[in-house]
Each structure stands twice: as structure tokens, then as C-alpha cells.
Nanobody, 123 residues
Framework: QVQLVESGGGLVQAGGSLRLSCAASRTPLSTYAMGWFRQAPGKEREFVAAISWTGYGTYYSDSVKGRFTISRNNAMKTGYLQMSSLKPEDTAVYYC????????????????WGQGTQVTVSS
């Protein structure tokens, strides 16, 4: 079983940057694809980005493409989401997730979830 813990959230002004981390415990992360999702108040959880277990395949939602970068360090059992040019509409709780086999942008296909970290972007 994979346990995931996110960190790095906070309050930032529009145009600023944050880097989220997702640390895995109990088992190596290297065989799992990873994804980042977010959920704003009153909205459904939405896909942000995903990365294959090798790190060579990366996928982004249209809303963050060109501004966010997903990466991973399997040796460190950690995934990252570098967020730049942040906008107020990026405000949400951000979750990392892991799944066996291939990447996906569908939340229900992920097996393990972190507790979430709040990102607030002020205008």
C-alpha cells in the first residue's frame, strides 16, 4: 500500500510560483504512475497533470499547460508539481495520487491519494 503526503502549498500572489511535493512511504513509488488533481470549493475534483512511472510521459490539462510542470524522483520516492504564473482560478486543494499501470486523467482510476494541500492565489 502506498501512503502519499503532499506539502508545499500556501498563499501566493497572482503571477507567483509554488512547488508542491508528494512524498511516498511504505513502498517504492517507481512502479506507479502519478497524478495531481485539484478541487476548488463547490466544484468537482479536476485533473491537473500526470506522469508515467518512467517519468518520460507527462500530461497536462489545458488550463495549466505551459504554466505547470510535473516531475518525479523515484530514488527519492517523491513527485513534484512546479506551478508558475499562478492565477486566482488556480486556488484549490491540490491532491497527489498514484496508480499502477498507465497514466490517466480520471480520478477514479487512481488507487492511492494524499490528504491534500491548500493553494491560494490572491489577485
Amino acid at each position: 500500500q502506498v501512503q502519499l503526503v503532499e506539502s508545499g502549498g500556501g498563499l501566493v500572489q497572482a503571477g507567483g510560483s509554488l512547488r508542491l511535493s508528494c512524498a511516498a512511504s511504505r513502498t517504492p513509488l517507481s512502479t506507479y504512475a502519478m497524478g495531481w488533481f485539484r478541487q476548488a470549493p463547490g466544484k468537482e475534483r479536476e485533473f491537473v497533470a500526470a506522469i508515467s512511472w518512467t517519468g518520460y510521459g507527462t500530461y497536462y490539462s489545458d488550463s495549466v499547460k505551459g504554466r505547470f510542470t510535473i516531475s518525479r524522483n523515484n530514488a527519492m520516492k517523491t513527485g513534484y508539481l512546479q506551478m508558475s504564473s499562478l492565477k486566482p482560478e488556480d486556488t484549490a486543494v491540490y491532491y497527489c495520487a498514484a496508480k499502477s499501470e498507465g497514466v490517466s486523467n480520471v480520478a477514479t482510476e487512481y488507487d492511492y491519494w494524499g490528504q491534500g494541500t491548500q493553494v491560494t492565489v490572491s489577485s
